[in-house]
């Protein structure tokens, strides 16, 4: 069945790091390109970060050089390493995947960042 579930999220002082993790199921890790974003109450949600297949990345201009993704092949699984963390990060992360067309989403992770 293809699925991706987040975790990882939780409540941390501005300046400190969280990682999320996001495990899919093999056939959207290994068809495509993984992506994390985030939502706020009355806000789009918007994108953070992308990894491709190969490894290429892509950031949001507020999350560059502070958020790093990545992905670990042997476990289908991709992870975004928040750093230096502000209060305007809080949100609800999601992870994406896609597979012949069709966005998958995990449930979300809440990540809140106190000031």
């Known amino acids: 069945q293809a699925q991706v579930v987040e975790s990882g999220g939780g409540l941390v002082q501005a300046g400190g790091s969280l990682r999320l993790s996001c495990a899919a199921s093999?056939?959207?890790?290994?068809?495509?390109?993984m992506g994390w974003y985030r939502q706020t109450p009355g806000k789009q949600r918007e994108l953070v970060a992308t990894?491709?297949?190969?490894?290429?990345?892509n950031y949001a201009d507020s999350v560059k050089g502070r958020f790093t993704i990545s992905r670990d092949n042997a476990k289908n699984t991709v992870y975004l390493q928040m750093n230096s963390l502000k209060p305007e990060d809080t949100a609800v992360y999601y992870c994406k995947g896609r597979l012949f067309g069709i966005d998958y989403w995990g449930q979300g992770t809440q990540v809140t960042i106190s000031s």
């Open positions: 990894i491709t297949t190969g490894g290429t990345t």
């Open positions: 093999r056939t959207i890790f290994s068809t495509n390109v």
